[in-house]
C-alpha cells in the first residue's frame, strides 16, 4: 500500500452524522465554530462541498471550514482508516489511523466494517510510519480524483502480505457501498470539468522538496479546532525521536528510491545525422522491477539532453531541457565527434545520466572564407591574398575569387579558380575601384561568398588640396587643419607636407610637418607675428600642387620686466633723475604705459607709484637728504602686464666709485687658468666700495663676459683656452651704483697640447693596401711636430704604424676581406692631445691564398675499386682562406703544363698515368675573383705493370715428391728489380698446403716438393 495509490472508490465517507465532540466544543461557540483541517506535505485530502461536489486538497496546506455544530464535514479516509480525535490544550485534532482488517481465507480479501462512533479520546497508536512521497500527484484543484487521490497511511504489518494481491486484484477490495461512491464521483467529476478555476478554493501547490512546518499550528489562537489528515508520528528509538526527525528520515529515503527510478534510462537513439543537426530519441525511466502502477500513473518528466566533443569522460553540457522524449540538436561543428546522454528530473529530483551515445557528424561544405587582403598595389594592377576557412571535415581543393570588372553593378564574374590562397589581377585601369568577393570549395560542395570589399588600383598624383584653416591661436603656437583632396578614394594612402614662411627670416616656405594627419599644431613661433601656411598632399605617384597661400598671425604675450633702473644725472641731495630702458622682449605689442614705483628705506615694503605714462625717465624730487630709495618699474601692453624689474637702491647725496686700476696676474699664466689681483678705486663715489665686477673677453671679440662678482680684490678665472689672449676690465660699485670700468688688460695663457683630431679618412686602393688622411687640429699655442696613427684588427688592441709630421700614410701588407680599426693622435712640445674617435675599414675581397696542405694519399688508404696504382695517383689537401670570395674550385697541374678543374672538394684521384713515372703536382683555389697562387709541389710516382702469370709444370714426380718447373712469362719490370713466387698447391679435397715464396731474379725456377703423405692427387 505504501507503494501503490488507493482510488477513491475504496475509501470511506464521515459524514455529518458523525458529531466530532459528544460533548460541547471547549472555549468555541456551539452555534458556529471554525475547523481548520491541516493537509501534510506530500498528502492529498478530499472533502464534499456545500453544492455537494467534491474538492481534492494535496499539501501542505491549511483549509479553513465552518461548522455551526461542531460536527466534522464529510472527510474521505482510505480504507482499513478510522478518524480519532485528539485535544492537545483545547486544540482538537482529527487523525485518521489504521484499523485491523478482517481476513477471510476462502478469498483473500478484506472486508471493511463501518466505522463505530468516536469516542470522546482515542490515543495514539505507537507505529505510523509517514506516507511514501514519490507516488503523490501535485494537483492543484478538483479534477480526477480517481487519480489525484492517493493513499496517505499504511501499516506494514497489516498489508506487507497483501501486496501482490493489491497490485493485481484491486478490485476484490472493492465493496458495494464503495463502487457505487465511485461511481457516483466519476459522474459529479465529469460534470465539473468546466467550472472555472476561480471559483475552485484548493489552495497552491507546493514543491515536493519544500517541506512546511509541523510544530505550529499557522496563528491558530486557543479554543480553534484543527483536523489533520496526516497519520501519527512513530516514536521510533523510544522518546528521544521527534515525529520531524522520522517523517524526514523516510522521505529521504523515498528521495533516494525516486533518484533510482529516474536512473533507470535507456541508451539514447540516435537519427538522421547531419552535418549540423541530429536527432535524438530516448524512452522514459522504467521501473526496475516493472512497477506497471508507477508507469500506469503517467506522470511528466523533464529531460535534460547533454553533449560533449571532448570525448566520453570529458565536460559535458546541457543543450536542451524540456519534457518530450526527442529532439533535434542543433549548431553542431561538421565532422565532430560527439556523446550524448540523458538525464531525467521529477519534483526537484535528478537521477543519473543515461549512458552515452556517441556519433560523429557529417562534413559539409567549408564555412564562408573572410574577404581577400589586398597585399599590393600598382596602376594596372592589385595583388589579393586571404585565409583558408573551416574545411568542416573535407579538405578544400579550390578556391573561387570573382569581381565586378570595376562596373559597380553588382554583377560578378570569375576572376580566379583554383587552389593558391592569392592571385594578381592584372591589366586594370588606374585609379579605378574593384570589388572583390571569395567562396571555397570542398568534395562536399562551394562555401557561401565572403563579404564584398573594394579596392582601388593607383592612380596619378594627387589634386591641389584646400588651404588649411585655423583651429586656435595661441601665443607660441597655431593649430591649422585641412581636408583631403577631392575625388580621392578612400582606402588611398596620402600624406601631407605643411609649409610654413616666416618673411622675418627670409628663408621662404619650409616644412613643418610630413604625415598621414589631417592637423596639426605649430609650435615655437614668435608672439604676434604673422605666419603664412600652405599644404601639398602626395602619394606614391608625386606630389600635388601647393595650396593656396593663407596667413595667421599669433597672440600677444604678455612683456618681459623692463631693465634696472637707473639714475640718470646727478644726485642731489634732495632730487635725483631715474631713468631706464624698455624690456627686450616687448610680447609682441607696443608697450603703452611705464609705472615707476619706489620705497623709502633698505627693506620696506610698501611700494608707492611715483609715475604712470609712456615716457621711460622720471625725476624723483621732495626727497630726504641723507636717505636711502629703492625703485622699480613694470610696463603695461596689450598682451597684459609685465613681472616689475630689478628694484635699484640710491641714497643722496652718494655717488658711484671711480674706476679702478687694471686688474694684473698674479704669477705666471697656466694653460687653462690664471690667478688676477686689483686693488680698490681711488674714489669711492662717498660710499664704501661693496664689490667689484670682473669682465672678460677673448682678443678680437667685442662681446665681454662676467667672470667675477663679489668684495674680493682676486680670483681665479678657469676654463680658459691654452695660447689665447684675453681682455679684462674691472669696475667697482658701492650703494649708489657700479663705477666706470678700468683700462683692459690683455694676458695670454701658456700653450698647451693639440686639440682632438677629426676621425681620420681611409681609402682602400686594393684588398691589401689602405691610404689614411687627417687634417690638422688646432695647436693650442704651440706647433705640432707629430702625428700618431694606430692600426689594428681589433678595436681595443692597436699599434702604432706610423708617427710623423705627414696627414696620411699608406698601409700595405692587409688581409682581404677584414676588418681593421683606426684613430690619429696630435703631438707638440707640450704634450699628446686627444684621439681621435675610432674608424673603421673593411678591406675588399681578394683571390683566394694558396693551399698550404698538398700530399698524396697512400694505396691502402683509398676505397675506389677502379683505383690503379700504375696509371693513377691521389692526393689530398686542406681549403685555404677564401678571401671573402667562397672558393668555386681547384685547378690541378701536373706533368708537363697538364690541368685538371675540379669542384669545391678536398681529394681527387688523377688518372691515365704512365705507370713507373714521377709527376710534379701542385694547386691553386678558384673564386669569383680569379685564381690563387699555386701551392708547393710534391712529386708522386706511380707503381709498374705486374708480370703476366708464369707457366708451371711437373718436371719430376715419385712417391714422397714433386719436381716441378715455371718460366716463360713475360717479364714487365727493369733486370734489376727482383720477382717474388708464390706456390700455393691444394689436394683434389680442398685443402691448402702453406704458400712458399721464393724472391729470385730468374724467370724459371725448379722447386722440389717433398710430401710425406700417401698417394694424393695435387
Known sequence: M???????????????????????????????????????????????????????????????????????????????????????????????????????????????????????????????????????????????????????????????????????????????????????LQKKLKDRHAVPKEKLSSPPSSPQKCHSP?????????????????????????????????????????????????????????????A?????????????????????????????????????????????????????????????????????????????????????TMSCEPDTPNHPRIINRTKNSLSLQWKASCDNGSKIHSYLLEWDEGKGNGEFCQCY???QKQFRITKLSPAMGYTFRLAAKNDMGMSGFSEEVMYYTSGSAPSMPASPTLIKAEVTSLSLQWSKPSGTPSDEGIS?????????????????YDG?????MVKN?????????????????????????????????????????????????????????????????????????????????????????????????????????????????????????????VQTPAVVPGPCLPPRPQGKPKAKEMQLRWGPPQLDGGSPVTFYSLEICPVGSDEHKEVYQGSEVECTVNNLLPGTTYSFRLRAANKAGYGSYSEKCEILTAPGPPDQCKPPQVTCRSATCALVHWKEPANYGAEITDYRLEWGGVQGCMQICYCGPGFSHEIKGLSPATVYYCRVQAVNVVGSGNFSEVVTCFTPASVPAAVTCLWGVKEEGIENPYYSPSTCLAIKWEKPCDHGSEITGYSIEYGEKQFISVGKISDYIIENLQPDTTYRIRIQALNSLGAGPFSHTVKLMTKP????????????????????????????????????????????????????????????LLFFLYCKVETTSF
Open 417 to 419: 579558380y583554383g587552389q
Open 945 to 1004: 705493370f705486374p708480370p703476366d702469370p708464369p707457366r708451371l709444370e711437373c718436371a719430376v714426380y715419385s712417391h714422397q715428391s714433386l719436381k716441378l718447373k715455371w718460366g716463360e712469362g713475360t717479364v714487365r719490370t727493369s733486370t734489376s728489380d727482383s720477382i717474388q713466387y708464390h706456390l700455393q698447391m691444394e689436394d683434389k679435397n680442398g685443402r691448402k698446403a702453406p704458400k712458399v715464396t721464393h724472391k729470385i731474379s730468374s724467370a724459371i
Open 516 to 520: 598621414d594627419d589631417l592637423m596639426y
Open 214 to 274: 509541523t510544530n505550529e499550528h499557522n496563528g491558530l489562537v486557543k479554543g480553534q479546532n484543527l483536523i489533520t489528515t496526516g497519520t501519527a508520528m512513530n516514536m521510533l528509538k523510544g522518546d528521544s525521536c521527534s515525529p520531524v526527525d522520522a517523517e524526514m528520515q523516510e522521505k529521504d529515503e523515498e528521495t533516494k528510491e525516486l533518484e533510482t527510478f529516474l536512473s533507470n534510462l535507456t541508451k539514447p537513439i540516435l537519427s538522421d545525422i547531419q
Open 2 to 184: 505504501a507503494e501503490h495509490p488507493l482510488p477513491l472508490d475504496s475509501t470511506q465517507l464521515i459524514n455529518n452524522e458523525i458529531p466530532l465532540l459528544s460533548t460541547p466544543v471547549a472555549n468555541g461557540d456551539g452555534a458556529q465554530q471554525v475547523i481548520l483541517v491541516q493537509v501534510n506535505p506530500g498528502e492529498a485530502f478530499t472533502i464534499r462541498r456545500e453544492d455537494g461536489q467534491f474538492q481534492c486538497i494535496t499539501g501542505p496546506a491549511q483549509v479553513p471550514m465552518m461548522s455551526p455544530n461542531g460536527s466534522v464535514p464529510p472527510i474521505y479516509v482510505p480504507p482499513g482508516y478510522a478518524p480519532q480525535v485528539i485535544e492537545d490544550n483545547g486544540v482538537r485534532r482529527v487523525v485518521v489511523v489504521p484499523q485491523p482488517p478482517e481476513f477471510h481465507p476462502s478469498n483473500q480479501t478484506v472486508m471493511h466494517r463501518p466505522p463505530p462512533p468516536l469516542p470522546g479520546f482515542i490515543p495514539l497508536p505507537t507505529m505510523m510510519p509517514p506516507p511514501p512521497r514519490h507516488v503523490y500527484s501535485s494537483v492543484t484543484g478538483a479534477g480526477d480524483m480517481a487519480n489525484q487521490y492517493t493513499s496517505q497511511y499504511h501499516t506494514s504489518q497489516v498489508y506487507g502480505d497483501l501486496d501482490s494481491a493489491t497490485t493485481h486484484g484491486r478490485s476484490s477490495f472493492r465493496d458495494e457501498r464503495s463502487s457505487k461512491t465511485y461511481e457516483r
Open 525 to 649: 613661433l614668435k608672439r604676434n607675428t604673422n605666419y603664412k601656411f600652405r599644404v601639398i598632399a602626395y602619394n606614391s605617384e608625386g606630389k600635388s600642387s601647393p595650396s593656396e597661400v593663407v596667413e595667421f598671425a599669433t597672440c600677444p604675450d604678455k612683456p618681459g620686466a623692463p631693465s634696472k633702473p637707473f639714475v640718470k644725472g646727478r644726485i642731489h641731495a634732495q632730487n635725483f633723475k631715474i631713468s631706464w630702458d624698455p624690456p627686450k622682449d616687448d610680447g609682441g605689442a607696443t608697450v603703452t604705459t611705464f609705472i615707476m614705483e619706489m620705497s623709502e628705506g633698505t627693506s620696506g615694503n610698501k611700494w608707492d607709484m611715483v609715475y604712470s605714462g609712456a615716457a621711460r625717465e622720471h625725476l624723483c624730487d621732495r626727497l630726504s637728504p641723507g636717505c636711502s630709495y629703492r625703485l622699480r618699474v613694470y610696463c603695461i601692453s596689450e598682451g597684459g602686464k609685465s613681472a616689475v624689474s630689478e628694484a635699484i637702491m
Open 496 to 512: 601631407y607636407v605643411l609649409e610654413m614662411e616666416d618673411e622675418i627670416s627670409g628663408y621662404g616656405f619650409k616644412p613643418k
Open 276 to 360: 549540423r543537426t541530429a536527432v535524438l530519441t530516448w524512452s522514459p525511466p522504467s521501473d526496475i522491477n516493472d512497477d506497471s502502477n508507477r508507469n500506469s500513473t503517467q506522470e511528466i518528466y523533464t529531460y535534460d539532453v547533454l553533449i560533449s566533443s571532448t570525448g566520453k569522460d570529458g565536460k559535458y553540457k546541457i543543450v536542451h531541457t524540456g519534457e518530450k522524449n526527442t529532439v533535434t540538436l542543433d549548431d553542431l561543428r561538421p565532422a565532430t565527434d560527439y556523446h550524448a546522454r540523458i538525464q531525467a528530473e521529477s519534483n526537484c529530483t535528478k537521477g543519473n545520466p543515461s549512458e552515452s551515445v556517441s556519433f560523429t
